[in-house]
């Protein structure tokens, strides 16, 4: 049995520490190489906080919390005065330095309306090790916009395109490029968008190959992929700027 | 009460024939301007024949019947030798001339599979007394073919985009005209888009203003509201050619 | 390459001004002869009020803001002191001189409590161009209230009918005139209307030809769409009266 | 204790006789007045018939199979010559004469698609004890065909409303008659009708009061129903013809 | 023309008034023989009290408002006071005197969180001149106690059948009794109950013949319908008490 | 007739007390060996204590609210000072001595976030006479915390698996275990988790044998049917220690 | 590390057998104390055939295969002769003396239509070491049916509840033993059961505690669980014959 | 305007060629480094072998079209003798030499039911210039089989991650490696897995981040995707064998 497989077995010995309420994955980035992530959706902030302080100091990889209320990140910036900072939908919160980049995510966003979750997958992606750069307010209505960048899209080496209401974006850009794009779709929209329904199944539907799809509203998993994804690419021969 | 109230309430002396199976509008014509048109699913090739026979005795609009099977396609054309004909899907058959035309649609659609809903729309504006044209095979997700055909977008008085999978199809050509864009979902595609829910909901939702939709595959609808708004159209100044 | 294309391309450096949190179309009144619209939905009074002012100072069409919170439409008002207009529902907030209107629209309520939504579309109408009348609360379960406004709706260009729970009017309105129908349904209902699911489908389904829907509760929307059709109708003959 | 509920908790003694595959009721008549129905969708014509005869055994009220496949209804025939008989549908089988009618119901449907399951409504009906007429063919499109029968309809001591697409026609009886009236949906129509939910959904919304849904296609439900209903009604005074 | 119709197309001279956010049937009793009722949903307290006070000038039927609020409800009652009541769910609002009554509806109710649509329903039923019983708790998963309501329930001239979570109800009363059933599903439940859609399911597919089913929560259409057979039915043969 | 069922049908007489908004099985206890549970949802607090004065009067079981909101519990525990204790998510109250435990049920929940539902299930099942112990935070994500506690799982007589998001715990702990595994989905989650219909519609599909499932969030179902399985086995052969 | 949890690890030595299209676990009733069940959708016959061969190579507890199509059972017949054993719905098929019994299952069938889905749970059960009995038949629309085995239904250490439609068996029973309750829907029905989603939904929703539900159809499912229930269950006292 | 742009826009030129019923496009190659690919869903034989012949004649990259019928399959077959080849599902053919590989996929499928869509993931990979293996039968029910392979899945540059039914295994297989793992929801199940939706709302909600989601069954998709995450990334420094 290979060393890896050895210790994710006899983890409990060394692999988490046991909070009563929560079992911490003090290992895990020998696992993955990516740091822990706390869930905060129904946390309390002393929870949260508890949570972060064994986080950091069972190493120096950053603590990060994702769906955190007001509450939980107040409770995070009080308990680590000046480390803690926020994405900026103010739901995601993080302490410690982030790593040394490599690789480059571009996050393209429809509409201003869908810049909250823009914004969690750009913060995610830097924080987890990828360089990050984001494009706004480029929808399918108004297609010079996206023609505009057309360049800049195909020199990532991922896309996070992010969309609500029909969530057409993530199609159109797929076939101007050719590097993976990750759709991300949004709940903007109302009537039959269904809570970003409507754009799930259009980007899960999308005649353009080489597009893959997170949950709605879901720029933390967006980014985690994407990061992974631009992480690991070669460096790019330099292009000709336009 | 004025006289078109007047006849609509005395309907039942002049108004249709009654066949024992179904009512047949004979003075339709007077009330909306167009042919009546026979949804023939769940008739049979007898009565769909019978309902022809009533309809091009009482009048010289042409009879047309939709979702048509091979069987009463086929007594159709048996029972009016030469005179009838149908759309390239095979669902739809007419027996009569057409009307002189007035004013331009255009059938846009996205892949070849979304072909025979396209040309029901196509074949059934023509009956309603439209010129109709094509474009085919414009899809999003190669852009340019989109855009090579860009100023024969806006040249036309309506126009019917047809598209399956996604939908994405009307919000990009709805961003590039100004004439008003009737969106029609297609079944093409498998998986999650469940039957063309996919493509339906994205319309819906089109960040684009100036889309209306229709249900998913009915070409049939497209076309006779398409037709009614190019018919009451002005005439366009000419545009130079491009 | 024709010269629209040609502009289409080269946006980038005419058609739009990049504000850091949005791009706004400054030359979208040459590709669509449409003023630009802001979806008002999740951007602050202060976003939305720089967009108003931007798009003022490139030209002299309104600018217009749907689904605006109160405080979105009272920073607009502050800007605008005097300027500014909203429709009945207080959603939607306008400011500049609308155009000049050709062509009638139509819109149809079923029921009072259907009127927010009938007049976003009025009020939309209207300010892309179209003149606009409304008929109110001419639900199925009264037919006679229906009947009597008969001869009124096929004097209209283009007609919006506005419905909500079994969304029933469209159908009949289509059955009863020659012009286009314009379905939207709304949420108005409870249990089994699903938030307008129930209009939607009865519309997306409806048996009379010559009815296009747009999303629940879609009165911009449909107002665009209406006034385009309406703007482009040719003079009809004058009707006698009745 | 009252003997009714006695009997029905002594029902093993003698209400019920085990044929191995299934219980029939021998004393049903006793508790609800109606005769035992088969529901054959998933039975041999084996089991169907010897159920049959089982029934016919223990007294003289028709027995009555639904949802019943040809090779059934044939098997019946077979077993009971010259005595079963078959809806229009060919999906009911009765055996029996069935009992003398009291009260009056109508069965309306809105196109000839309908028919089908208009005529298992009006079958069951009959065979449930009431007197059923039928009125095709009246769909809210053409609404001067209903408005002709308006008079006939708010006669009946029940009105069974059958229709498929968009489930208009229920709503629009119920605002012009005071009887009860039991909707039907059927799964008539096509895309987003989505097997009879659009029609389902309208009518259970309907915005007339008075209405009472039954299953899609469910005309057998609808039949029993609105022969309770007129077979205890109290006569009414005679309706100068009209 | 026979002379009802007469008076349905003539409405406009005769049977509504227009209070301009309205139009009032004024004339409905002559065509459905119940009191019109306002839906409130939506509607300002204002607008419902103009309502009330046109429809109380028109005639001495009540008024009636469903879906009010607890301001609709206070704004009838002082502008009516002491001719103002409600039902034990305070959203329905009458005044007037209710007609005298004829025949029973029994509205049996499976749990005490049902009790505000089934006291709409009652409440509703009483107004539309039917006599009115109540039966709470009764629900199947305590058999015993339905069972020593077994005579009750046969002995009514229908029965409105109220329960949420799996609506298992009616198809069981519907086994015991020969009178119609009319059932309502209630919203009460949770996780995949999904706002009653599991009650609404199983109350349209109940395997017990003679079973109809009214929206969600509709209490109030339940009334009516229930009302309406009731009135319309014969005197029952006295039932010796058990 | 046997005495049990004798006794069930005389229930009226004996087995259950009408409180007027409710009839209370004072007899349950006889039928099904547990106590009565009262589903506090809509009722009020006075309801509700005048339900646990009556429960408590007719025997010594403990009586038990669920889905109390926060007012309920604080009446119950005014009412019953002292003896009144709750779960951890503060919606399930009791007052009485819990039973004498025999068998054992393991909660097992994924995250902490599920903690709620599986204080609930862990609470009820202590209540119907099951010993308990719980384990959390042993997700998928980090397999060797759910490996470390494999033996553990095992030796229960019933597992009550609890997860949110994907639902996959229940999958894999089944694959691992031979005993009973109730699975038990939670609303946690967002976007395309529809309230938890993602983990409930991925546990009925579950791909290991020998999981059953409860409502979404139905911590309290679990815990009634996990202790009537572990209450009802044999003593198991003592394991060695791990 | 304990040995179970080495010996799962060390599994790819040990623990099953690489077919090439498929990996066999050899060891798996260490594991779980069941036999290897093959699910054979979508496998060849001659595929389904080489598991078997495997599967009994391994040990002697019988093979099994659930959801095989006629041709797979045809050949598992041949390739076994006289050996292979299938249920009555003909798509299990196993091969092998079953095991001992132990404890008691009680499969409920609402309807005759059911009995394919009760069939296959009966036979699982049986293979899993249970010893079973069948009550078809005994829907709630005949009470009576059901009452008349009231107490067999208790006496049974876990009851298996079948039914379709609006399945509300499972809750009828569950108010009436104390023994838990698994309950099955089945794709029994038409128009809005939906496939058994009606079925499903109601069974989630069970008003009375202690029922857990399977996947529609899944008889198997079902027949494992309460396999594994009844025979960990203690000696019952032997019942009083009724 | 650079040069990409600029030959995006001028494609009608040359870009694509116009076959009547098909635009090809040419230079696809140009624009995204992938072969043109046919969806052949609704094409004919003659179509797809007539795209064939273009899209050959234009260079010398494979042509490839999925969701192919048989007849289509023998079409290209024997168009081009020799030189088709196709996945092991029959449903993909392409012709053409495949590219030299670069990086490495792992396709991992659940169950032997998903090898179908596995294979056409493995197929399109290999055409899209990756290396690809595959680790078949590893679902979560027997973890064992999963953690056997733990080493192999982490050393690959992109996973695949192909399941039905409740589809847990890409979130498992998430929590064990570094590697981006996109995830394919099979139609694999029955009942409540609504034809792969379980699978794939299942997959949406990983609560291990790193997973993307592809179209359910669309093993085409995550083949493209996932081999340009392959080819892109950097060459692995070589692990131990284990």
Known sequence: MDEALDALVRGPAAGYADLGFARVDTHRGLRTGD????FAAGKTPAQTVALFHRLRASGNRPAFATRASADVVEAVRAAFPGAAYTDESGTCVAVG???ATRGLV?????GTSDAAVAGEAAFTARLFGAEVERIDDVGVAGLHRLLAVHAELDSADCLVVVAGMEGALPSV?????SVPVLAVPTSVGYGASFGGLSALLAMLNSCA?????CNIDNGFGAGVFA??????????????PH
Not at 106 to 110: C, F, G, L, Y
């Open 227 to 240: 990061a992974r994804v631009a992480r690991a690419a070669r460096e790019r021969p330099t292009r000709t």
């Open 173 to 177: 850009v797929a076939g101007l490029v």
């Open 97 to 99: 330095e982030p790593p």
């Open 35 to 38: 740091p822990e992530v706390v």
């Open 209 to 213: 190959p080489g597009v893959a799809v």
């Open 106 to 110: 571009r996050v393209v966003a429809a």
